[in-house]
């Protein structure tokens, strides 16, 4: 009570104006220390971005160079280029074209008038910075997309997500309509043991797989990372029963009525409700497919033909080391698509995520 | 027949993907890796395979790069499992704060990493972590201080692959965040006036009600842990460099079983693997009943 009286005595006493003042204060401090760490967070993509677009020559120039990718300025005198310097002179910085190098004086030409006379300027050439230009390579991406061969690697990820999507479309509708319409004996421990299967640590089953589909010619195909999705997988299944369930069921009752069987049903009442839910998987299995490294390594292993695009980017890297502005291109367009789906979808991704995380 | 009985009929009709799936690559595969692991099964000479008995498992107290694997994600996790719960619960919280503006764009911020491929995350943070150019330590350098030679030391390489696990903080994060927005107010309005400060009503009243997904994201965690494997793949080139620091257990495995193609034991390695991330489980799940409330009164 006592705290209570405190609270309501403070705010009559201080003019409304400061409590205002305060609040705009806290939120302004609050939302500016949300931003740069924000801002931190994000910086590796600035980094990326600033790196790919650099000249090979400027990384390895110097180590401490520019964070931007720059040229040095040349100017060409006489047929010969030589490299423009900030000289300091009494008046002032003047950018000059360093003509003679000398340790006790160097002598310049000006490029804004190069037939005057050379200038003289006392003083090592060597504690002079050289001028730099902004000088974005774009072309390096266009080295990264041949070299790489992105075409390949893009159809490869392709045709393993498509034929990914429809497999997990179609058994994951099936198996969330079981589980979401019918009066399964057992129900209860079947979905228990599905939802279970998340926390196995798939290494334990991957071993025995791994030495079935090498036995049956599999290896080397993209066929493990095909097939199995054709056989419903918790994440998809939980996400699609749950929306399964928030649909009335008069509409299946009605079908019912009329002489519908289930697949009927399925096919033209359930379905044609459930596009948000079809749409939101479809894309999640994407993206999966995208990101996904271990399968595609493991199964794929010396067929860079076959490989998608994690693993071909991982293999050229390996190969092509010492490259920072290549290795820099090679993330940046495999992040590409995966990024641009999100903020194209993001709230069904969220929206995905919470249903999975919190309902369980 | 009755139309229940047609109905459990269509019923597993629908099921059976799952019910084959879930004997042909999790029931089957579970009982093939334990037979396996009593075997000296190589997959380059397939031909022949011997019985040994309990001789993998007792190979593995005499493997020196079971211990060196073991201790390494142990110190790994020395760090990656109170972040793993401190990160996530302190952005929600700052996200969940009433005054912060610009929520919705700072959450889709912050979640946007997780989608970014394993591949080009860690290329990009090899980079931002070199000794020299990454703007790591050329941020530090403006500071004054000499920055750690992040990738290539025994000790730091640690924290550097903490530091790049941030990146994979969305999931948690959001549904961290979603269960503290499900929090009722009217909570929040008796602890105040019961006197609670926001100290009190975030240690009172949010960490309560949160806790199952707090203890969600644990469990999800420690099996990662235990399954910890492309970034330093990916980072060490499958070397599990520097030294053996990187040499965490799962790239142990995937070395014995899929590079020597050494299944039998392998599925010994696996199996100790699974014992483990078993137990782990175990033992959170018990402790769960001392601090993680449940509101509607049931487990999940």
């Known amino acids: ?360 | 027949m009755s139309l229940k009985r047609i109905q459990q009929i269509w019923g597993f009709i629908f099921l059976s993907p799952w019910i084959i799936g879930f004997l042909a690559f999790t029931l089957f595969p579970l009982a093939a890796s334990l037979i396996l692991s009593f075997t000296d099964y190589n997959l380059n000479r397939a031909d022949e395979i011997h019985w040994l008995g309990f001789a993998n498992y007792m190979k593995i107290f005499t493997d020196p790069l079971v211990g060196i694997s073991l201790a390494a994600t142990f110190k790994f996790a020395l760090i990656a499992l109170p972040l793993s719960i401190i990160l996530p619960v302190g952005l929600a919280a700052l996200l969940n704060a009433k005054q912060l503006k610009g929520k919705r764009i700072l959450r889709t911020l912050f979640y946007m990493p997780y989608m970014v491929p394993v591949v080009s995350s860690v290329y990009i943070w090899q980079g931002m972590l070199n000794t020299e150019t990454g703007w790591i330590n050329r941020f530090l350098g403006l500071l004054g201080i000499a920055g750690p030679n992040w990738l290539n030391d025994i000790v730091w390489i640690y924290p550097a692959l903490n530091i790049i696990g941030i990146w994979g903080i969305g999931n948690a994060f959001l549904i961290t965040l979603a269960a503290m927005q499900g929090v009722p107010t009217e909570l929040y309005e008796a602890a105040t006036v019961d006197g609670a400060g926001p100290w009190g009503r975030f240690r009172n009243v949010t960490l309560p009600m949160i806790s199952p997904v707090i203890f969600y994201n644990l469990v999800l965690s420690v099996i990662g842990l235990f399954r910890y494997f492309e970034i330093p793949y990916i980072l060490s080139q499958g070397t599990g460099r520097p030294g053996n620091a990187q040499m965490f257990f799962n790239l142990h495995l995937y070395k014995t079983a899929f590079v020597f193609k050494e299944m039998g034991y392998g599925s010994a390695l696996a199996w100790l693997l699974f014992a483990m991330a078993f137990i782990a489980t175990l033992a959170l799940f018990v402790s769960s009943r001392r601090w993680v409330y449940y509101a509607s009164g049931d487990g999940f």
């Not at chain 1, 931003?35 to 971005?49: E, H, K």
């Not at chain 1, 000289?87 to 005057?116: C, M």
């Open chain 1, 1 to 360: 009570m006592a705290i209570q009286t405190r609270v309501i005595s403070s705010t009559i006493a201080s003019p409304w104006y400061l409590h205002q003042l305060g609040k705009f204060g806290a939120s302004a401090l609050l939302t500016l220390f949300a931003l740069i760490l924000v801002s931190a967070f994000l910086t590796p993509f600035a980094y990326s971005a600033l790196t790919a677009i650099k000249d090979k020559e400027q990384i390895t120039a110097s180590a401490r160079g520019s964070i931007l990718p720059v040229d040095r300025v040349k100017f060409t005198y006489e047929g010969k280029e030589y490299d423009v310097v900030k000289v300091p002179f009494e008046d002032g910085v003047r950018e000059l074209a360093l003509f003679i190098k000398g340790r006790q004086e160097s002598t310049f030409i000006d490029p804004a008038d190069p037939t005057a006379e050379p200038i003289v300027w006392k003083g090592s050439w060597r504690t002079l910075e050289p001028v730099e230009r902004l000088a974005p390579r774009w072309g390096n991406f266009a080295i990264a997309w041949q070299q790489v061969n992105f075409p390949r690697l893009i159809f490869n990820t392709l045709v393993i997500a498509v034929l990914g999507v429809i497999g997990t479309l179609l058994s994951c509708i099936s198996v969330a309509y079981a589980f979401a319409r019918f009066p399964i004996p057992g129900k209860r421990i079947l979905f228990l043991i599905l939802i279970g299967t998340i926390i196995l640590p798939s290494q334990v089953t991957l071993v025995p797989t791994y030495t079935f589909f090498a036995r049956i010619g599999w290896v080397g195909t993209w066929l493990p990372l095909i097939v199995p999705h054709f056989f419903a997988n918790a994440y998809n299944v939980f996400l699609i029963r749950q929306y399964f369930l928030t649909l009335p069921r008069d509409l299946d009752e009605a079908a019912m009525i009329d002489g519908a069987g289930p697949f009927r049903i399925l096919l033209s009442v359930i379905i044609p409700q459930s596009w948000p839910v079809i749409v939101a998987v479809a894309l999640f299995h994407t993206v999966f497919a995208w990101n996904d490294y271990f399968m595609p390594l493991i199964y794929l292993l010396g067929k860079p033909e076959l490989q998608p695009i994690s693993v071909g980017i991982q293999v050229f890297n390996f190969q092509y080391g010492q490259q920072p502005h290549l290795i820099q291109a090679t993330a940046l367009m495999g992040l590409a698509l995966p990024v641009l789906i999100f903020f194209m979808a993001q709230r069904v991704f969220m929206r995905g995520v919470v249903i999975t995380g919190v309902e369980k």
